[in-house]
């Protein structure tokens, strides 16, 4: 029986448009480039930070982060972000009886961010407050922690395979893969994402029957 039903943040609740579109700016390069080197990246099945490197191999990237902040155009979020299956998809699975988590690698801001949305979840942290990043076996122990119940009893749902249904996956949580966004719809057929992911969903109101299952 799945009790917990937890989810990461970028490209699987949130759009990553705004987030790339402003370090573009403040790189001062094309917006498109730096979504085209995102890509590259993506296929390459590395980390999206490594996008930023390409454009200065030199990047302190966690300076860079406090230097946007500090200059007043650091992150930022609003309702225009959110996916729009995502609020009625989670308040449903509420009202079923679910514990909804919400848990990804995010900065301390950006737990702020999606807190202020409201969103109806009943607990939501990020990377960044946990100091302990995906796809570390502790974040998913703490998640376990987070949700008081056995791993098996947790579904965690992303659409990063290497952050989120490998390593979940492999930390004895049950998965859902989420074909949406760059990678979730560039690795939803790779052969390690099929053998990992309980489930394959192309929305997140598709989760609704997995609770009747």
């Not at 939501?124 to 703490?142: L, M």
């Not at 659409?159 to 979730?184: C, E, Y």
Request: charged share 25%.
């Amino acid at each position: 029986m799945i009790r917990t039903i937890a989810f990461d943040v970028g490209e699987t609740l949130v759009r990553d448009d705004r987030y790339w579109a402003s370090w573009a700016d403040w790189l001062r390069v094309p917006r498109h480039t730096v979504s085209a080197l995102v890509g590259a990246v993506v296929a390459q099945g590395k980390d999206n930070a490594e996008a930023l490197r390409l454009l200065r191999p030199t990047i302190d990237i966690a300076s860079a982060y406090q230097a946007r902040e500090e200059a007043g155009r650091g992150e930022y979020l609003d309702e225009t972000d959110v996916y729009e299956d995502v609020r009625p998809a989670l308040a449903a699975l509420r009202d079923q009886g679910a514990r909804v988590i919400i848990a990804g690698n995010q900065t301390v801001r950006a737990g702020e961010l999606l807190r202020g949305l409201d969103l109806p979840a009943d607990l939501i942290a990020t990377s960044g407050e946990w100091g302990v990043a995906k796809p570390a076996p502790a974040f998913f122990e703490r998640l376990v922690t987070e949700a008081g119940v056995p791993a098996a009893e947790v579904l965690y749902v992303g659409d990063h395979p290497q952050n989120d249904t490998l390593p979940a996956h492999t930390a004895g949580l049950r998965t859902a893969h989420l074909r949406r966004g760059p990678w979730g719809h560039l690795w939803a057929d790779d052969p390690r994402v099929i053998e990992a992911a309980d489930y394959r969903v192309d929305s997140l109101t598709d989760l609704m029957a997995v609770l009747t299952r």
